[in-house]
């Protein structure tokens, strides 16, 4: 397996941003918004998927299939176990995002479960059976904000977004699942950016079919196309995940506008004693003052915020990332 870089230069995180936005934009699309040739795009691009830099997928969306239990994890630890439970947890097929919180105890897990009775397994079973594990504490997500998903680092400029996701349009209020539709979404997770050639491969049907149900698939909100980067790289260097109280008549407001701010990445309702997480991705420290000061304190329906700074992204959208676990210098 390739090694990651280390960097890019501006082209680079300008591609990146593009398809981050739109993960499955052409390389020509790619080119029209940035004002660069298709060659450009290419030549800088292909490296960046064959070293896996950039990493193409997709993530269910848990509200289209009923089985699924959205559910987020706050897990306190031993420190010198941390990397150990991390790693354990971003095995896991169902897991989204296991983030490492500031003070080196705290795990943050978004979960995707199979159903009730294996939620009730994690809760009930193999969390109290895991000695290091000293406590936790469980939400459900009710709502995810959609907006984001077009979110592309603040790099675009909000004329260069608009081309790419012009709108976030509501799903059509029923879905109606095709058999073969598990086979499709597998590949898409696999690599999002298969051609309509290999996925119809995959799934036995013809290329027009397959561009047809795809983009049912995205349009209806059953999946989101997504493209796995290390934020680093594109000068994001303070993360961190907000647990915010909002006035209940508020929820949706709040969320929505939120949702558009070019430094949020993620949004969504939850259960428990805050009623909003989302997750902030800013250059330094003193943009993410900024940004709670200017932002978060103009929001007039706000009664609580708890910050928690990211120490470090072990999975993202349900991929690990490479040499993403600090090692402790402690023994364990």
Request: with cysteine; glycine share 6%; proline share 7%.
């Amino acid at each position: 397996m390739q090694k990651v870089r280390h960097d890019l230069d501006a082209t680079d995180r300008r591609i990146t941003a593009v398809l981050l936005a739109s993960p499955r934009a052409s390389w020509r699309r790619v080119a029209e918004v940035l004002g660069v040739s298709e060659r450009t795009v290419v030549r800088r691009a292909a490296p960046l998927f064959h070293d896996r830099t950039l990493r193409a997928t997709a993530v269910r969306n848990p509200a289209r299939f009923p089985h699924l239990i959205p559910t987020v994890l706050r897990i306190r630890c031993r420190p010198n176990r941390i990397a150990t439970i991390a790693t354990g947890l971003a095995r896991r097929p169902d897991t989204i995002w296991v983030d490492i919180l500031g003070g080196g105890d705290e795990i943050c897990v978004v979960l995707f479960v199979n159903g009730r009775d294996a939620r009730n397994k994690l809760l009930l079973h193999d969390l109290p059976a895991t000695a290091a594990v000293r406590s936790w504490t469980s939400y459900d997500l009710l709502k995810v904000f959609p907006v984001g998903f077009a979110w592309s680092a603040g790099v675009l400029s909000r004329e260069e977004s608009g081309q790419l996701w012009p709108s976030v349009d509501a799903p059509a209020g029923t879905f109606t699942p095709l058999p073969d539709d598990e086979a499709l979404i597998d590949a898409l997770v696999e690599d999002s950016r298969m051609t309509y050639g290999e996925l119809a491969r995959r799934t036995g049907r013809t290329p027009r079919s397959v561009r047809h149900r795809l983009d049912a698939l995205v349009e209806g909100h059953v999946v989101r196309l997504a493209t796995e980067v290390d934020l680093s790289l594109l000068g994001v260097h303070a993360e961190a995940l907000l647990w915010i109280t909002a006035d209940p008549g508020a929820l949706e407001e709040t969320g929505q506008l939120l949702s558009r701010h070019p430094q949020v990445r993620f949004t969504a309702a939850t259960t428990g004693s805050s009623s909003l997480l989302v997750a902030v991705a800013a250059t330094d420290l003193s943009a993410l003052y900024t940004f709670l000061t200017a932002t978060v304190g103009a929001l007039p329906h706000i009664s609580g915020l708890e910050v928690t700074p990211i120490l470090a992204g072990v999975k993202r959208t349900g991929l690990v990332r490479p040499a993403s676990i600090p090692t402790p210098r402690w023994p364990s």
